[in-house]
T-cell receptor
Framework: LAKTTQPISMDSYEGQEVNITCSHN???????ITWYQQFPSQGPRFIIQ???TKVTNEVASLFIPADRKSSTLSLPRVSLSDTAVYYC????????FGTGTRLTIIP | GAVVSQHPSWVICKSGTSVKIECRSL??????MFWYRQFPKQSLMLMAT?????????EQGVEKDKFLINHASLTLSTLTVTSAHPEDSSFYIC???????????FGPGTRLTVL
């Protein structure tokens, strides 16, 4: 299973764009890259998924370079409610959760 | 989006009793469901994978006789913690996917406290 590395924590001010980068050097050819958001005492919430290049939805963008050894989740204009833990996971049959990135939004 | 529910959302039980947690996919059929456990300030740990109609596959170190998993229909999986002890107190989360490689959608979790 591919191991992921993310920053343990990040702080940002409200209204800023936040980019969280994840490295997954050993990602399998068939694996997509999936990002989840988790609030305390709740199950993870699916944010976005991609295989290559750029994917955008109503909440985030995901940038994946050609070598697919890393990916960057971009959250535009964050608010206090975006304070959460964000997990990057190469998605094969199983999801192996790493430590995630604890994002704190400062007013 | 796909909705997964869990019941109960929290439960307190005495040591030695058994507790059943239900996981339901409300708006899609889930061929595969997963059970995770999360301790405070830690990440999710996969306990087992269940496919509808077949026996669950447990991760290394997870006792299958203690954590009984049943996935009898395409919308329901249950986890029974048998003879619960205080060290089983944790946050249990299920996820469901339409196929074994589809996107997993998570339930809201069940907080188990064993006294």
């Amino acid at each position: 299973l591919a191991k992921t590395t993310q920053p343990i924590s990040m702080d940002s001010y409200e209204g800023q764009e936040v980019n969280i980068t994840c490295s997954h050097n050993n990602i399998a050819t068939n694996d997509y890259i999936t990002w989840y958001q988790q609030f305390p005492s709740q199950g993870p919430r699916f944010i976005i998924q991609g295989y290559k290049t750029k994917v955008t939805n109503e909440v985030a963008s995901l940038f994946i370079p050609a070598d697919r050894k890393s990916s960057t989740l971009s959250l535009p204009r964050v608010s206090l409610s975006d304070t959460a833990v964000y997990y990057c996971l190469p998605k094969g049959e199983k999801l192996t959760f790493g430590t995630g990135t604890r994002l704190t939004i400062i007013p | 989006g796909a909705v997964v529910s869990q019941h109960p959302s929290w439960v307190i039980c005495k040591s030695g009793t058994s507790v059943k947690i239900e996981c339901r996919s409300l708006d899609f059929q889930a061929t595969t469901m997963f059970w995770y456990r999360q301790f405070p300030k830690q990440s999710l740990m996969l306990m087992a994978t269940s496919n509808e109609g077949s026996k669950a596959t447990y991760e290394q170190g997870v006792e299958k006789d203690k954590f009984l998993i049943n996935h009898a229909s395409l919308t329901l999986s249950t986890l029974t913690v048998t003879s619960a002890h205080p060290e089983d107190s944790s946050f249990y989360i299920c996820s469901a996917s339409a196929t074994s490689v589809s996107t997993q959608y998570f339930g809201p979790g069940t907080r188990l406290t064993v006294l």
